[in-house]
């Protein structure tokens, strides 16, 4: 008989101490998940820029540009919400950190990284889409063009069409070029 109510006993421990751990699992996956906070999103009072998007630009084709100036900043609002730096009315976002006018081997590397069908063969597959880094394509002083790049799930979203038949994410090689670029631009989060 006492091995019978040792058996039970062991047998309730076992169980108990099963239970007790799934407890603590289920609090650490809560901890674990990052709460992104909300951003207070606000728009410059007057317009500073002119917005005139082209639609059809492409970056598997080259396209003409003045100039391209990127930027360092928030472009989400923690509510699922994402935006460029410069609104449809050409006001921008307070958010923005940083900025630096990029060269024309800075323009050509990223567009060809942006424009390359290898960056999104085998994309990485992450899904959070925080964008913190922006380029703003300018010609004849009006924005053309504004792309805005996740580095954290490798994801991107443009006003021009991009290389990306599926989706706009792209693979770990893409990634550490867009890093690069970002460091070198001094425009690192």
């Given amino acids: ?51 005139s998007i082209d639609t059809l630009l492409s970056y598997k084709k080259e396209f003409e540009c003045d100039s391209v100036i990127g930027v360092n900043y928030i472009g989400f609002d923690g509510n699922g919400h994402s935006f460029y730096p410069i609104n449809k009315r050409g006001r921008s976002v307070n958010t923005i950190k940083g900025r630096k006018k990029l060269d024309r081997n800075q323009i050509l590397k990223l567009n060809t990284i942006i424009g390359d069908k290898k960056t999104f063969e085998n994309p990485n597959l992450t899904a959070c889409y925080n964008p913190r880094l922006g380029f703003i394509y300018f010609k004849d002083n009006k924005i053309i063009c504004q792309t805005q790049i996740c580095l954290e799930c490798s994801q991107l979203e443009s006003t021009a069409k991009t290389a990306g038949i599926k989706s706009d994410a792209f693979n770990d090689k893409a990634h550490k070029k867009l890093t690069k670029l970002s460091n070198e631009l001094g425009l690192n989060n």
């Fill in 1 to 51: 008989m006492t091995n019978f109510i040792r058996s039970l006993l062991l047998a309730f421990l076992f169980l108990a101490s099963c239970k007790n751990t799934s407890v603590k699992n289920n609090e650490n996956s809560k901890i674990l998940h990052p709460k992104i906070e909300s951003v207070k999103i606000r728009w410059a009072t007057t317009n500073e820029f002119v917005v």
